[in-house]
C-alpha cells in the first residue's frame, strides 16, 4: 500500500514539472523556491525549524492529548461560522488585492512577451493569485486528517468534518468573491517622505557640517512606514474588538494605546534598519562605530522612553495601579531599547565583517 | 625581509602617493574574486580601472573604500594604512557611493552636513558649493532623497564624495545617468581637483571616452587580476591609430 503510495506520488511530481515546462510564470515561482531552499542561510534555517517545531509541539499535544483534540474540536464546532465568515473575508481579500497586483506585475513582467496560450496563462494566474487561499486549504486538510486520526469513531469526527467543510466552504466562497468584485486599482505607493512632517525655512543657510540630522533619520523612518493605510487597517480591526456598550473614553484610551505601542513597535524596527543602511552609507567615512551609534539612536531612544511614560500614563487612566502602569511602561521601553540596541550592534557586526 | 617590508625611501613614496594597494586578495565566503592585485596612484593622477562584467571592480573598490574586508595584502591612502590607521585613511578619501545607498528620508542638505561632520570640517568648501551651482543641483538642496531623480541622485553622490578636499577620490561608474552637460561639468571639476589639490582618483568605468580623454593611465582587471595597464602616452598612441583603444582592448581581454 505504502509503496503504492509513493509511486502515486512520484508520478503526480514528474507530471506536475512536465506541465510546468509550458507554464512560465509558476515554473519561475517554482524554480525560485528551489533556489530560496539551496542557498538558505543558517539562521533562516533555524527560523524554519523553529516554525517547524512550534508545529510539531502544537501537532504532538493535539494528537498525545486526546482531550485537548476534542475539545479543540467543540471549541472549532462551535464557532465554525464565524471561522468560515473569517476564511471566507480573509480568502476574498487576498485573491482580490493578488489578482490587482499580480496583473500589474505580470505586464511589466520579463516573462510578458513569451507565446504562451491564452487558456494556458488564465489557469496560470488563477493558480498564482488563488495560492494562498489553495495553501491554506492544503494546510487545514493537513491539519484536520491529522486531529482525525485522533477522534476517530468518535461523535467529535463528524463536529470535525463540519467545521472542516464550513471553513473550506468559507475559503472557497471568499475566492469566488474576490474574483466577483471588481479589480481593484493596483497601489502606486507615494515614496514615504510624503509622510514625514518637515519644517519649511523659507531661505535656508549654507549647509553646516553636523551629524545632527542623523538622529532624525530613524524617526523619519518611523513617519514614512506610518502610512495612513496601514493606520486604518489597524484601527478598523482595533474597533470592532471593543466589545459592545464599552463608552467612547475607553474606545479613546484603547486606540491610544494602541497608537502608542504601534508607533514604538514601527520606531524599533525602523531604527533596526536605518541602522543597517547607516553603515552601509557611511562605512567609507572617518566615524566610529560608537559615535555613529549615539548620533543615529539617542532622539530614537528618548522618543522609546516618552512612548513608555505614556503607555503607562493611558494604563493608569484605564484604571491599573501606577506601579503596574509604570512596570509596563518601563519593561516596553526597555525591551524596545534593547531590540533597538542589539539590531544596532549586530547591523554594525556585519558591515565590518563583510567579506570574512 | 618580507615581500611588503619598505626601506625608507619607498615609505616616502608611500606617503605621498594618494593610493598604494599592495598583494590585495578578496573575495566573498569561499569564492576569490580578487587574486593579488598591486596598483599605486600618484599625486593628480587619473586612473581608470577597466575590465569585463563580474572582473572584481567593485570589489577593488570596496576594499579600498573599508566596505569590505580584504583577505590579504595591504592598502594605504596618503600614507596611512586602511587596516591599521583607518580613520587617519579615511580621512583622506571620497567616495561616490551608488546612488540607490543614499538615505531616502534625509534631505539633500543633510547629507552633505553629515559627510561634512564626520570629516570634522568647520564649513562644507565653497568649491563643492560652486560645483552644486554649476550642476544645477542647488534648488534639490531641500528635497528628500527618495524625490531626486537617479542623475540628481548621482549628482548628490559625486558631491558627497569630493567633501573636504580629500586626497583620493574613487568613484564606481559615476557618470551613470548623468546628462552630458552634467557629465562634462564633473569631469571637469575632477581634473581641476587633480590638479589644483594633487588627490589621485581611481575610477571603475566601461567608458572609453573617458579612458581616451582623461585617464592618466588604465589598467585592465581580469580573473581577479591586472593583465595590462596603459600609461596615457599609450593611450594617446592607440587612439590615433587605426585600430584604436576598443580593439586593443577587446583583444587584450580575449588574450
Known amino acids: 500500500m505504502g509503496a503504492v503510495v509513493v509511486c502515486a506520488a ?11 515546462r509550458s507554464t512560465p510564470r509558476l515554473k519561475t515561482r517554482y524554480l525560485v523556491a528551489v533556489n530560496r531552499a539551496h542557498t538558505r542561510s543558517l539562521r533562516n534555517r533555524w527560523g524554519l525549524v523553529g516554525l517547524f517545531g512550534a508545529c510539531g509541539v502544537v501537532v504532538g499535544v493535539l494528537l498525545i492529548r486526546r482531550d485537548a483534540s476534542i475539545s479543540a474540536t467543540a471549541w472549532m464546532y462551535r464557532h465554525r461560522i464565524f471561522l468560515a465568515g473569517a476564511g471566507a473575508l480573509l480568502s476574498a481579500a487576498s485573491v482580490s488585492m493578488r489578482r490587482a497586483s499580480k496583473r500589474a506585475e505580470a505586464a511589466r513582467s520579463w516573462l ?3 507565446p504562451v496560450p491564452a487558456a494556458i496563462a488564465r489557469w496560470e494566474a ?3 493569485e488563488t495560492g494562498p487561499a489553495l495553501g491554506a486549504i492544503g494546510i487545514m486538510a493537513t491539519a484536520f486528517g491529522m486531529v482525525a486520526l485522533r477522534v476517530w469513531s468518535d461523535r467529535s469526527s463528524t463536529d470535525l468534518a463540519d467545521s472542516w467543510c464550513a471553513i473550506t466552504g468559507g475559503i472557497i466562497l471568499g475566492a469566488l468573491i474576490g474574483y466577483a468584485v471588481p479589480l481593484p486599482k493596483p497601489e502606486e505607493l507615494p515614496p514615504g517622505s510624503r509622510y514625514v512632517p518637515q519644517r519649511r525655512v523659507r531661505e535656508p543657510p549654507a549647509p553646516r557640517p553636523s551629524l545632527a540630522a542623523l538622529g532624525a533619520w530613524p524617526v523619519r523612518e518611523m513617519f514614512a512606514r ?3 493605510k496601514v493606520v486604518t487597517r489597524a484601527i478598523v480591526p482595533i474597533l470592532l474588538a471593543m466589545p459592545l456598550g464599552s463608552t467612547a473614553d475607553v ?8 497608537a502608542v505601542v504601534g508607533a514604538m513597535v514601527l520606531l524599533v524596527t525602523a531604527s533596526v534598519s536605518v541602522s543597517k543602511a547607516s553603515y552601509r552609507w557611511l562605512g567609507p567615512l572617518p566615524l566610529s562605530g560608537a559615535v555613529l551609534a549615539r548620533y543615529l539612536l539617542t532622539r530614537a531612544l528618548v522618543w522609546i522612553t516618552c512612548g513608555g511614560l505614556v503607555a503607562a500614563w493611558l494604563l493608569w487612566v484605564m484604571g491599573k495601579t501606577v506601579g503596574e502602569s509604570l512596570e509596563i511602561g518601563i519593561l516596553l521601553a526597555v525591551l524596545s531599547s534593547l531590540i533597538v540596541a542589539g539590531g544596532c550592534l549586530n547591523g554594525m557586526y556585519r558591515a565590518t565583517m563583510r567579506g570574512r | 625581509m618580507s615581500e611588503w ?10 606617503s605621498e602617493r594618494p593610493l598604494e594597494i599592495r598583494g590585495l586578495r578578496a573575495g566573498y565566503g569561499s569564492r576569490v574574486v580578487i587574486d593579488g592585485v598591486s596598483l599605486s596612484i600618484e599625486p593628480g593622477e587619473w586612473f581608470v580601472l577597466m575590465g569585463p562584467n563580474g572582473c572584481g571592480k567593485s570589489t577593488v573598490l570596496d576594499c579600498v573604500v573599508s566596505r569590505l574586508a580584504p583577505a590579504g595584502g595591504d592598502i594605504h591612502v596618503a600614507g596611512y594604512s586602511m587596516f591599521t590607521d583607518a580613520m587617519n585613511a579615511k580621512s583622506q578619501l571620497g567616495y561616490g557611493s551608488a546612488p540607490e545607498s543614499l538615505p531616502n528620508l534625509l534631505t539633500a542638505r543633510q547629507c552633505l552636513e553629515v559627510h561634512a561632520g564626520a570629516k570634522g570640517l568647520d564649513a562644507v568648501d565653497a568649491d563643492l558649493l560652486d560645483l552644486a551651482d554649476e550642476l544645477k543641483f542647488l534648488p ?9 531623480s537617479l542623475g540628481t541622485r548621482q549628482k548628490l553622490s559625486v558631491l558627497l564624495c569630493l567633501v573636504g578636499e580629500p586626497k583620493l577620490i574613487v568613484l564606481d561608474e559615476a557618470f551613470n545617468g548623468l546628462d552630458p552637460a552634467s557629465a562634462l561639468i564633473v569631469k571637469r571639476h575632477l581634473r581641476y581637483r587633480l590638479e589644483r589639490h594633487g588627490a589621485g582618483l581611481l575610477l571603475a568605468t566601461h567608458s572609453l571616452d573617458i579612458v581616451e580623454h582623461y585617464a592618466d593611465r588604465a589598467a585592465l582587471l581580469m580573473d581577479g587580476q591586472l593583465k595590462r595597464e596603459w600609461t596615457r602616452a599609450e593611450i594617446q598612441g592607440l587612439t590615433s591609430e587605426g ?6 582592448l577587446a583583444q587584450a581581454i580575449s588574450g
Open chain 1, 126 to 128: 488563477v493558480a498564482i
Open chain 1, 112 to 114: 510578458a512577451a513569451l
Open chain 2, 5 to 14: 617590508d619598505v626601506s625608507s625611501d619607498d615609505e616616502r613614496a608611500v
Open chain 1, 10 to 20: 512520484k508520478a503526480l511530481f514528474v507530471e506536475l514539472r512536465e506541465r510546468l
Open chain 1, 226 to 228: 506610518a502610512r495612513p
Open chain 2, 243 to 248: 585600430s584604436g583603444l576598443e580593439e586593443s
Open chain 2, 140 to 148: 534639490y538642496l531641500e528635497s528628500f532623497v527618495d524625490t531626486l
Open chain 1, 251 to 258: 474606545a479613546m484610551v484603547v486606540i491610544g494605546l494602541s
